[in-house]
């Protein structure tokens, strides 16, 4: 049997100094929040595909926030049986920890993925996170 295949991934978790997330509602599905995240192309390091990630997504680059951390593992879900395809079953990802570099910042969601913005709780936003990723989320934010 063959092993299922992930997309290699990146997410952008950018926190305040009190815990709250910048969390992101989902353009397509109303009510669903989310991390920035993203797939590295060819030839890109993580830390490449998180900041463009983040900056393409969000509007966020290094004026605004600053990368302070990484977590030292990887996550990993499948997708549902409908979202699979070819050889593609699910996403593993590494995150990336950022924090505002100003307490003004103000995100411009690329309207395409995202269209709201706002601070959570890190509970808030597992309680608001599709099913599927609900197990990585809880993993890297140990809630």
């Not at 991390?35 to 192309?41: A, S």
């Amino acid at each position: 049997m063959a092993k299922p295949h992930f997309r290699v991934g990146v997410v952008a978790a950018v926190r305040r100094a009190d815990g709250r997330l910048l969390a992101f509602e989902r353009s397509d599905h109303s009510g669903q929040w989310q991390l920035p995240q993203g797939g590295v192309e060819p030839g890109e390091t993580l830390r490449e595909a998180v900041w463009r990630e983040l900056e393409e997504e969000t509007g966020l680059n290094a004026h605004q926030v600053a990368l302070v951390d990484e977590y030292e593992g990887w996550t990993a879900y499948m997708w549902p049986e409908e979202m699979r395809r070819r050889e593609r079953f699910g996403q593993a990802h590494r995150w990336f920890f950022f924090e505002p570099l100003s307490e003004s910042i103000a995100p411009c969601p690329d309207g395409s993925e995202f269209r709201n913005w706002k601070w959570m709780e890190p509970e808030q936003l597992i309680e608001r996170v599709i099913e599927f990723r609900k197990q990585p989320y809880r993993q890297v934010l140990d809630v």
